[in-house]
């Protein structure tokens, strides 16, 4: 399972402002177009004083709309009507309008020298936007439309089998994670790539407007502008996204070399053939993006833990508030004051019944400061039992930096967010389920193998997923990857990182690319590489404050307060200063480095590889 960050409401498509909601799990959200807007006018030379001015006029237009924009969307997801959708995207039309309007205005004080806050805050505005649009209405107009039109073309995508049986994406996806039938599993993968094909002109013209857009802000395309967001120049960036590739590429490959091995026991030569990369059906996942659901069919001998989670969960009375009063407790045995009591009356725990809500988990601060919330149908389980502490990492996150000025209410980068409640679910482990009281013994080390090859199978599998989308998306918001490209360079790029290969033959009648949501909805990607990388930074460095002298996979900070004071120092920073200064504040260091996944995975990389020498197995999947 991917925890990933949507970080706003898709209800202002282009904006990436601190508007409150917090949605997990690397989901598609509702999408509204951009209203177009007028760009300010400036008669004169814009000086220090003017460019203050906007940016506390901004600043304080935002905040009020984001409050309206907030309570818009929490009733449309929690009672869906045409109404509700229709006062959401009316909002959410105020909200891009507003957004637009000040990222063209904030371009035009680009070159004023301003203090080190302002300058920040001015920035921000100017950065903000994914999908920026021309300052021609004409073009801003058929932009909005795009945009519509591709996530229309998504969400509304449904592939009917041979017997008349028609399925939509996560009935499909629940297929592929269930069937164990080659032949099953390549139509449900060929299916839904049929629904993307239409896309392709549509996004074509998408990036040709949003460039457009770009470089009316001052960038060169939108590239730049995606890689502009880190606190260091574009290509800067580029370059420590391939330093921490570098990192973990080598557990990667013991981990590909495995399973593939282990596919091909199952399915013979033909369908997985034990050398070069693996056919993109058969690893449970409709994107090949994570692997857990194939587990059962690469886990070791004694995988087997002695325990399942939920069946603890349900001898020992866990009900849905239960298990978010259990989350809650692990965030105050670190220090920090419980939820308010508007929490516990305002969110959703439960699927009504009387009404069509929206079940996927997410994370809400609806007032910018302590109105915060979790809307989630919950199920009792040990996977929503580690969703619950992961979507309460994201409120502690919030009500820490609510005392930040409304532009520095967000997350140190936007890979900061996701790792948070990904680094508090890490410590969700044996000897934290025994301090509890849900185990009554910690299993010996003999265990751990199955433990951390089942966590590998989504976090360390998904790495070089999380780190190519946007690989093949900036350059072809830089014009290196042509339209008549596309689809060959997207496999070009998923062999080089992922190893992966279309089971069958593609070519550029086909849109993949348009087969997985972020696409098509504009979501930038590299934020859940980032994430996968700090949770482990962040959890290594946290259990060393707690004084833990075990295995790092087996430490939980549960109940140390020196670590949850280390923690809250970061959490307060907000979005106030650059992501390596709130990156020091737990680790020490201003530096993102991947030493730390390797040291959390270290005994699987052993017992892979001494898999792998022991099968004679020829890693790698270059030709």
Same mark, same amino acid.
């Given at each position: 399972?991917?925890?990933?960050?949507?970080?706003?409401?898709? +209800?202002?498509?282009?904006?990436?402002?601190?508007?409150?909601?917090?949605?997990?799990?690397?989901? =598609?959200?509702?999408?509204?177009?951009?209203?177009?807007?007028?760009?300010?006018?400036?008669?004169?030379?814009?000086?220090?004083?003017?460019?203050?001015?906007?940016?506390?006029?901004?600043?304080?237009?935002?905040?009020?709309?984001? +409050?309206?924009?907030?309570?818009?969307?929490?009733?449309?997801?929690?009672?869906?009507?045409?109404?509700?959708?229709?006062?959401?995207?009316?909002?959410?039309?105020?909200?891009?309008?507003?957004?637009?309007?000040?990222?063209?205005?904030?371009? #035009?004080?680009?070159?004023?020298?301003?203090?080190?806050?302002?300058?920040?805050?001015?920035?921000?505005?100017?950065?903000?936007?994914?999908?920026?649009?021309?300052?021609?209405?004409?073009?801003?107009?058929?932009?909005?439309?795009?945009?519509?039109?591709?996530?229309?073309?998504?969400?509304?995508?449904?592939?009917?089998?041979?017997?008349?049986?028609?399925?939509?994406?996560?009935?499909?996806?629940?297929?592929?994670?269930?069937?164990?039938?080659?032949?099953?599993?390549?139509?449900?993968?060929?299916?839904?790539?049929?629904?993307?094909?239409?896309? !392709?002109?549509?996004?074509?013209?998408?990036?040709?407007?949003?460039?457009?857009?770009?470089?009316?802000?001052?960038?060169?395309?939108?590239?730049?502008?995606?890689?502009?967001?880190?606190?260091?120049?574009?290509?800067?960036?580029?370059?420590?996204?391939?330093?921490?590739?570098?990192?973990?590429?080598?557990?990667?490959?013991?981990?590909?070399?495995?399973?593939?091995?282990?596919?091909?026991?199952?399915?013979?030569?033909?369908?997985?053939?034990?050398?070069?990369?693996?056919? &993109?059906?058969?690893?449970?996942?409709?994107?090949?993006?994570?692997?857990?659901? *194939?587990?059962?069919?690469?886990?070791?001998?004694?995988?087997?833990?002695?325990?399942?989670?939920?069946?603890?969960?349900?001898?020992?009375?866990?009900?849905?508030?239960?298990? *978010?009063?259990?989350?809650?407790?692990?965030?105050?045995?670190?220090?920090?004051?419980?939820?308010?009591?508007?929490?516990?009356?305002?969110?959703?725990?439960?699927?009504?019944?009387? !009404?069509?809500?929206?079940?996927?988990?997410?994370?809400?601060?609806?007032?910018?400061?302590?109105?915060?919330?979790?809307?989630?149908?919950?199920?009792?389980?040990?996977?929503?039992?580690?969703?619950?502490?992961?979507?309460?990492?994201?409120?502690?996150?919030?009500?820490?930096?609510?005392?930040?000025?409304?532009?520095?209410?967000?997350?140190?980068?936007?890979?900061?967010?996701?790792?948070?409640?990904?680094?508090?679910?890490?410590?969700?482990?044996?000897?934290?389920?025994?301090?509890?009281?849900?185990?009554?013994?910690?299993?010996? &080390?003999?265990?751990? +193998?199955?433990?951390?090859?089942?966590?590998?199978?989504?976090?360390?599998?998904?790495?070089?997923?999380?780190?190519?989308?946007? =690989?093949?998306?900036?350059?072809?918001?830089?014009?290196? +990857?042509?339209?008549? =490209?596309?689809?060959?360079?997207?496999?070009?790029?998923?062999?080089?990182?992922?190893?992966?290969?279309?089971?069958?033959? !593609?070519?550029?009648?086909?849109?993949?690319?348009?087969?997985?949501?972020?696409?098509?909805?504009?979501?930038?990607?590299?934020?859940?590489?980032?994430?996968?990388?700090?949770?482990?930074?962040?959890?290594?460095?946290?259990?060393?404050?707690?004084?833990?002298?075990?295995?790092?996979?087996?430490?939980?900070?549960?109940?140390?307060?020196?670590?949850?004071?280390?923690?809250?120092?970061?959490?307060?920073?907000?979005?106030?200063?650059?992501?390596?200064?709130?990156?020091?504040?737990?680790?020490? #260091?201003?530096?993102?480095?991947?030493?730390?996944?390797?040291?959390?995975?270290?005994?699987?990389?052993?017992?892979?590889?001494?898999?792998?020498?022991?099968?004679?197995?020829?890693?790698?999947?270059?030709?």
């Amino acid at each position: 399972m991917v925890i990933s960050l949507n970080r706003r409401s898709k +209800i202002a498509l282009t904006v990436a402002l601190a508007l409150g909601l917090t949605a997990c799990n690397d989901a =598609q959200s509702k999408t509204d177009k951009p209203a177009s807007t007028e760009a300010a006018v400036i008669n004169t030379a814009p000086d220090k004083a003017q460019a203050i001015a906007f940016i506390n006029d901004a600043e304080a237009k935002m905040a009020e709309l984001s +409050i309206e924009s907030n309570r818009a969307e929490w009733i449309y997801s929690n009672f869906i009507t045409d109404d509700t959708a229709a006062l959401s995207a009316a909002v959410g039309e105020k909200v891009s309008a507003a957004s637009v309007k000040f990222a063209t205005e904030a371009a #035009k004080y680009a070159n004023v020298q301003l203090d080190p806050v302002n300058t920040r805050k001015l920035n921000i505005l100017r950065s903000a936007l994914v999908l920026p649009a021309p300052l021609d209405p004409a073009k801003n107009a058929e932009l909005a439309q795009i945009s519509s039109e591709l996530n229309g073309l998504y969400g509304k995508g449904k592939y009917c089998f041979a017997d008349g049986k028609c399925m939509t994406q996560p009935e499909l996806s629940s297929l592929m994670a269930e069937s164990r039938d080659p032949a099953t599993l390549l139509e449900a993968w060929k299916g839904w790539r049929e629904i993307a094909k239409p896309m !392709r002109p549509l996004f074509q013209r998408e990036v040709e407007l949003a460039n457009e857009g770009a470089k009316d802000l001052g960038y060169a395309n939108l590239s730049e502008l995606w890689r502009s967001q880190y606190d260091m120049k574009p290509d800067d960036f580029s370059q420590e996204l391939d330093r921490l590739w570098g990192q973990v590429k080598p557990l990667y490959e013991s981990l590909h070399c495995y399973v593939r091995g282990e596919l091909n026991k199952e399915y013979g030569d033909s369908i997985a053939p034990s050398t070069g990369p693996i056919p &993109a059906h058969l690893l449970g996942n409709m994107w090949a993006q994570q692997w857990g659901n *194939v587990y059962d069919l690469v886990a070791p001998d004694n995988a087997d833990p002695g325990y399942d989670v939920t069946e603890l969960l349900a001898k020992n009375g866990y009900d849905e508030h239960k298990m *978010v009063k259990q989350a809650e407790g692990f965030f105050t045995s670190l220090g920090f004051a419980p939820l308010p009591e508007s929490f516990w009356a305002r969110s959703l725990f439960v699927q009504p019944k009387d !009404r069509d809500v929206v079940c996927h988990a997410s994370a809400w601060d609806l007032d910018n400061l302590d109105d915060i919330r979790i809307k989630m149908c919950i199920q009792k389980t040990a996977e929503d039992f580690s969703v619950i502490h992961h979507e309460l990492g994201h409120n502690f996150y919030q009500r820490a930096y609510k005392q930040q000025p409304f532009l520095f209410k967000n997350s140190a980068n936007d890979g900061f967010h996701e790792a948070i409640g990904d680094t508090i679910a890490l410590s969700i482990t044996p000897s934290y389920l025994k301090q509890i009281g849900l185990l009554e013994e910690v299993p010996d &080390a003999s265990k751990d +193998i199955g433990l951390l090859l089942k966590q590998a199978l989504d976090k360390i599998a998904f790495l070089p997923f999380g780190l190519m989308i946007d =690989q093949w998306r900036w350059k072809v918001f830089s014009g290196e +990857i042509t339209p008549a =490209q596309y689809n060959q360079a997207w496999w070009d790029l998923r062999e080089k990182y992922q190893g992966i290969k279309a089971p069958v033959e !593609r070519s550029e009648a086909d849109f993949d690319p348009g087969a997985k949501y972020h696409v098509p909805g504009n979501v930038p990607y590299t934020r859940y590489f980032l994430a996968h990388i700090l949770q482990f930074q962040f959890h290594q460095a946290l259990c060393e404050t707690a004084g833990d002298k075990g295995p790092v996979h087996r430490c939980s900070i549960y109940g140390n307060q020196a670590a949850g004071e280390k923690l809250n120092k970061m959490l307060e920073l907000g979005l106030s200063k650059p992501w390596p200064q709130a990156l020091k504040e737990v680790t020490g #260091k201003e530096a993102m480095d991947a030493k730390a996944v390797l040291d959390y995975f270290a005994p699987l990389k052993t017992w892979l590889d001494e898999q792998n020498t022991a099968a004679n197995r020829q890693c790698g999947w270059q030709s």
